[in-house]
Nanobody, 115 residues
Framework: VQLVESGGGLVQPGGSLRLSCAAS????????MNWYRQVPGKERDLVAT????????AYADSVKGRFTSSRDNAKNTVYLQMNNLKPEDTAVYYC?????????WGQGTQVTVSS
C-alpha cells in the first residue's frame, strides 16, 4: 500500500486549499478512505471519511461545512477541499486507509494557515 499526499502549503485565514492523495497497491475502489490531521504534541485526529463509492462522507464537527472529501476511483485518488481555513486548521494532514485490519498512512502534507 502506498499513499502520497500533496497540495499542502501556506494560506491566509479564509483561504482555500485542495489536498490530494494518490493511492496504489490495493483495490482502491473497494475501500473507504480517511483524512487525519496532527499538530505537534497531540494525537492524530480524524477529519473526514469517504466511503468506497464516494456516495457518503462524514466530518469532524470542527470542519463541517468547510471541508469536503471526494474521490476519483478511476484515478485512485482521494481529495480534501478545504475552504474558509482558520489558523486552528494548521497541521500535518495524512491520508489513511485500513486494509486487512491494518492502518496505512501517507507521509503527510503540511498545511499552515497564517496571515
Amino acid at each position: 500500500v502506498q499513499l502520497v499526499e500533496s497540495g499542502g502549503g501556506l494560506v491566509q485565514p479564509g483561504g482555500s486549499l485542495r489536498l490530494s492523495c494518490a493511492a496504489s497497491g490495493f483495490a482502491f475502489s473497494n475501500y473507504a478512505m480517511n483524512w487525519y490531521r496532527q499538530v505537534p504534541g497531540k494525537e492524530r485526529d480524524l477529519v473526514a471519511t469517504i466511503n468506497s463509492g464516494g456516495t457518503s462522507t462524514a466530518y469532524a464537527d470542527s470542519v463541517k461545512g468547510r471541508f469536503t472529501s471526494s474521490r476519483d476511483n478511476a484515478k485512485n485518488t482521494v481529495y480534501l477541499q478545504m475552504n474558509n481555513l482558520k489558523p486552528e486548521d494548521t497541521a500535518v494532514y495524512y491520508c489513511n486507509v485500513r486494509t486487512r485490519g491494518r492502518d496505512n498512512w501517507g507521509q503527510g502534507t503540511q498545511v499552515t494557515v497564517s496571515s
